[in-house]
């Protein structure tokens, strides 16, 4: 009798332990052959994770894209130097997006999808839960400053090389002339400048935090092509 019992208090201790998380009842797993409650997961790397992300903007058509390709060439030659830009870009997500998207990527924000203007690229903050906020400003008035600038410069330049010549001459109304119009286009250059940087896309958290702004402070003078459309950068 007592064999016997021994025996029957063995298998319920066998049967006590498990082999396999199906051994277990509700969510515990086996581990080391003893159900338990899981674990919590574990916030581990968050540049490895990804975030949910809102996108509140004043622009319908704003997409979130991100940047899959980037390439830069520079050339010099007797005339000074030039640069061009071409950037490639997958669309993510509209407006107002609600999509898991990686943290360790690089995103541009579009007004329309492959075309339009874009913001500076940013990469998404470490966080569960991101609101974005796009202002991406007055098209119409993004496009006047930047004609504005390209003909400022333009004046600018033109009256600089004008002067010398006056000078050169002895013309005093035509060094006075290159004067004004260098001045001038000096002047429309800032104005223009101001009107692109309060008419262009910035993308800020719903903390404030700025993400990025267009024009992009840290991007470089030349010709760059975004998405296919080319800009002059300056």
């Known amino acids: 009798m007592s064999l016997t019992l021994v025996t029957l208090a063995g298998e319920r201790i066998a049967h006590a332990g498990c082999e396999k998380d ?3 009842k509700g969510d515990r797993v ?8 899981p674990s919590p997961p574990s916030s581990g790397d968050k ?32 005339g000074g130097m030039a640069s061009a830009s071409a950037s490639e870009y997958q669309v993510v997500c509209g407006v107002p997006c609600d999509t898991a998207v ?27 839960r991101l609101t974005l906020n796009v202002d991406s400003g007055s098209q119409g008035m993004y496009f006047l400053g930047f004609m504005g600038e390209l003909l400022g410069i333009m004046a600018g330049v033109g009256g600089l090389l004008v002067v010398p010549a006056g000078v050169a001459l ?12 260098a001045g001038a286009g000096a002047i429309v ?46």
């Open 47 to 78: 540049t490895a994770g990804t975030v949910m992300v809102h996108v509140v903007s004043n622009e319908p058509a704003a997409v979130l894209s991100r940047v899959t390709a980037e390439a830069t060439a520079t050339a010099s030659g007797p």
């Open 189 to 234: 250059t800032v104005l223009s400048i101001l009107t692109l940087n309060a008419n262009g896309t910035h993308v800020t958290t719903d903390t404030g935090e700025r993400l990025a702004s267009h024009p992009n402070e840290t991007e470089k003078t030349g010709l760059r092509f975004d998405g296919g459309v080319p800009r002059l950068v300056f």
């Open 170 to 181: 002895h013309n005093d109304g035509l060094t006075i002339a290159g004067g004004i119009t």
């Open 30 to 37: 086996c581990s080391a052959g003893v159900c338990t409650e």
């Open 102 to 128: 990686p943290i360790n990527k690089v995103y541009v924000f579009q007004k329309v999808s492959g075309s339009g203007q874009v913001s500076g690229t940013f990469t998404m903050p470490a966080r569960d």
């Open 22 to 24: 199906t051994d277990c």
